[in-house]
């Protein structure tokens, strides 16, 4: 049995991340928004940081 946190189990954050290119998060997110979710949190790598913000913001932001 996966662990929970705050009583969430780790196959249902496992259904919540969005992971991947620009192109499928962007998808992902999109079905977020339709299913009534109005706002993300996101969270990048520390080492690449920067260079993820860039591409979220410029493949993925600017679309919405």
Do not use: C, H
Request: charged share 35%; glycine share 6%.
């Amino acid at each position: 049995m996966a662990e929970s946190y705050k009583g969430i189990s780790e196959e249902m954050r496992e259904e919540w991340r969005v992971i991947g290119q620009p192109e499928k998060v962007r998808r992902d997110i999109e079905a977020f928004r339709d299913a009534g979710v109005e706002y993300f949190i996101t969270n990048f790598d520390t080492e690449l940081e920067s260079q993820s913000l860039k591409l979220f913001a410029g493949k993925v932001f600017q679309r919405f």
